[in-house]
């Protein structure tokens, strides 16, 4: 009997990096001169982050700090997602960026046809969020994780349950 090895592609991020990170931008904010009296405020919520600050100017050197703190943990740029800059009390500007988990049915659908079209013993299926590669060779497996790091998609891959 041939044995099938298989892994699965999700898209994920470490939560506790990500809270390390936004702790990070929080104490970097108290002690940054130029940040010191804006009253920004760095709130970490289940699906998002929320940026309270005075000015678009500020907002922008806030997300700068959140992308190189985060990529200092090794998170995905991918993982967010910025909204719209509203306006809020007191000429303030807020922020809310989504946290982007799990892989959608388009891009999912993307994935397993280009597995499909370029590696004849490969099979790829869609469950859930995720997307289950299988075949008989480990090489294949390897070859088609390989392919896949060189396309840009807009979520961050990860390869889980090599087996």
């Known amino acids: 009997m041939a044995a099938t090895y ?4 999700v898209s994920d991020f470490d939560r506790q990096e ?3 990170a936004v702790d990070q931008v929080v104490r970097e904010l108290k002690s940054r001169y130029d940040l010191k009296d804006t009253q920004t405020t760095v709130e970490l919520g289940e699906q998002s ?18 992308r190189e703190k985060a990529a200092k ?3 995905s740029q991918k993982i967010f997602d ?9 000429n303030r500007v807020r922020q809310e960026i989504t946290l982007k988990k799990g892989i959608s049915q388009d891009i999912a659908k993307q994935i397993s046809k280009l597995i499909r079209d370029e590696f004849k013993k490969v099979q790829a299926s869609i469950q859930g969020d995720a997307v289950r590669v299988s075949a008989k060779a480990k090489d ?8 896949l790091k060189q396309e840009d998609y807009p979520v961050a891959l990860q390869f889980t349950n090599y087996r």
């Open 49 to 66: 982050i929320t940026i309270g600050t005075d000015s678009e100017f500020t907002l922008e050197s806030v997300h700068n700090i959140l």
């Open 6 to 9: 298989s892994f699965d592609i």
């Open 18 to 20: 990500l809270v390390n």
């Open 140 to 147: 294949d497996l390897q070859t088609v994780i390989q392919r």
């Open 82 to 90: 910025f909204g719209k800059v509203e306006s809020a009390s007191g």
């Open 73 to 75: 943990r090794n998170l």
